[in-house]
Protein backbone atom coordinates (compact mmCIF):
# COMPACT_ATOMS: atom_id res chain seq x y z
CA UNK A 1 0.00 0.00 0.00
CA UNK A 2 1.09 3.69 -0.23
CA UNK A 3 -0.02 6.67 1.46
CA UNK A 4 -1.36 9.37 0.21
CA UNK A 5 -2.24 12.80 1.04
CA UNK A 6 -4.61 15.85 -1.15
CA UNK A 7 -4.61 18.98 -0.96
CA UNK A 8 -5.41 22.12 -2.79
CA UNK A 9 -9.09 22.07 -1.95
CA UNK A 10 -11.12 24.92 -1.00
CA UNK A 11 -14.17 27.12 -1.75
CA UNK A 12 -14.50 28.66 -5.65
CA UNK A 13 -16.83 30.49 -7.49
CA UNK A 14 -18.82 29.23 -10.46
CA UNK A 15 -16.24 29.18 -13.58
CA UNK A 16 -13.48 29.41 -11.59
CA UNK A 17 -10.29 26.61 -11.10
CA UNK A 18 -8.24 24.62 -8.56
CA UNK A 19 -5.95 22.64 -8.65
CA UNK A 20 -5.80 19.33 -6.59
CA UNK A 21 -2.33 17.60 -5.64
CA UNK A 22 -1.60 13.76 -4.25
CA UNK A 23 1.26 13.59 -2.64
CA UNK A 24 2.30 9.78 -2.24
CA UNK A 25 4.50 8.22 0.45
CA UNK A 26 6.60 6.24 -1.81
CA UNK A 27 7.58 5.98 -5.63
CA UNK A 28 4.69 6.20 -7.88
CA UNK A 29 6.58 4.90 -10.91
CA UNK A 30 5.33 1.33 -10.38
CA UNK A 31 1.89 2.29 -9.61
CA UNK A 32 -0.57 1.30 -12.44
CA UNK A 33 -3.24 3.51 -12.46
CA UNK A 34 -3.70 7.11 -9.90
CA UNK A 35 -6.71 8.68 -10.17
CA UNK A 36 -9.62 11.15 -8.40
CA UNK A 37 -12.70 10.35 -7.63
CA UNK A 38 -15.54 12.48 -5.64
CA UNK A 39 -18.44 11.90 -3.16
CA UNK A 40 -21.44 14.68 -2.74
CA UNK A 41 -23.43 14.55 0.07
CA UNK A 42 -25.92 11.85 -0.09
CA UNK A 43 -24.30 10.45 -3.04
CA UNK A 44 -21.86 7.32 -3.85
CA UNK A 45 -18.34 7.83 -4.86
CA UNK A 46 -17.78 8.54 -8.45
CA UNK A 47 -15.17 8.66 -11.08
CA UNK A 48 -13.47 11.73 -11.89
CA UNK A 49 -10.71 10.98 -13.69
CA UNK A 50 -7.51 8.43 -14.16
CA UNK A 51 -4.19 7.79 -15.27
CA UNK A 52 -2.46 5.00 -15.81
CA UNK A 53 1.60 4.69 -16.23
CA UNK A 54 1.69 4.56 -19.25
CA UNK A 55 0.15 8.30 -19.52
CA UNK A 56 -3.56 6.66 -20.64
CA UNK A 57 -6.00 9.10 -19.44
CA UNK A 58 -9.84 8.52 -18.64
CA UNK A 59 -12.10 10.86 -17.46
CA UNK A 60 -15.83 10.66 -16.62
CA UNK A 61 -17.98 12.74 -19.11
CA UNK A 62 -19.21 15.47 -16.84
CA UNK A 63 -15.77 16.62 -16.17
CA UNK A 64 -14.19 16.09 -19.69
CA UNK A 65 -12.91 19.74 -21.08
CA UNK A 66 -12.90 20.90 -18.08
CA UNK A 67 -10.62 18.66 -15.91
CA UNK A 68 -7.09 17.74 -16.63
CA UNK A 69 -5.09 14.66 -14.73
CA UNK A 70 -1.44 14.13 -14.77
CA UNK A 71 1.25 12.50 -12.70
CA UNK A 72 4.65 13.69 -11.94
CA UNK A 73 6.69 10.10 -11.18
CA UNK A 74 9.77 12.23 -9.99
CA UNK A 75 7.77 14.19 -7.17
CA UNK A 76 5.59 11.35 -6.36
CA UNK A 77 2.25 13.65 -7.38
CA UNK A 78 -0.36 13.28 -8.75
CA UNK A 79 -2.37 16.40 -10.31
CA UNK A 80 -6.18 17.33 -10.89
CA UNK A 81 -6.49 20.71 -12.79
CA UNK A 82 -10.01 22.30 -12.17
CA UNK A 83 -11.29 25.08 -14.89
CA UNK A 84 -14.86 26.20 -14.94
CA UNK A 85 -16.03 24.67 -12.16
CA UNK A 86 -19.74 24.29 -11.76
CA UNK A 87 -21.98 23.78 -8.24
CA UNK A 88 -22.59 20.45 -9.05
CA UNK A 89 -18.42 19.64 -8.67
CA UNK A 90 -19.10 20.29 -5.19
CA UNK A 91 -17.77 17.17 -3.20
CA UNK A 92 -15.08 15.81 -1.33
CA UNK A 93 -12.35 14.60 -3.88
CA UNK A 94 -10.78 11.60 -3.03
CA UNK A 95 -7.03 10.27 -4.72
CA UNK A 96 -6.58 6.67 -5.28
CA UNK A 97 -3.63 4.41 -6.32
CA UNK A 98 -4.33 1.22 -7.93
CA UNK A 99 -1.59 -1.74 -8.06
CA UNK A 100 -1.52 -5.08 -8.30
CA UNK A 101 -4.94 -5.59 -7.30
CA UNK A 102 -4.38 -3.18 -4.28
CA UNK A 103 -6.36 0.27 -3.79
CA UNK A 104 -4.99 2.85 -1.71
CA UNK A 105 -7.12 5.85 -1.07
CA UNK A 106 -6.23 9.31 1.06
CA UNK A 107 -8.22 11.00 3.17
CA UNK A 108 -10.08 13.71 0.92
CA UNK A 109 -10.49 16.85 0.23
CA UNK A 110 -12.99 19.13 0.15
CA UNK A 111 -14.10 21.33 -3.14
CA UNK A 112 -17.11 23.82 -2.75
CA UNK A 113 -18.33 25.58 -5.68
CA UNK A 114 -20.79 28.70 -4.38
CA UNK A 115 -21.25 32.42 -5.38
Known amino acids: QVQLVESGGGLVQPGGSLRLSCAASRSIFNIYAMGWYRQAPGKQRELVAT???????NYADSVKGRFTISRDNAKSTVYLQMNSLKPEDTAVYFC?????????WGQGTQVTVSS
Open 51 to 57: ITNGGGR
Open 96 to 104: NAYSFGIDS
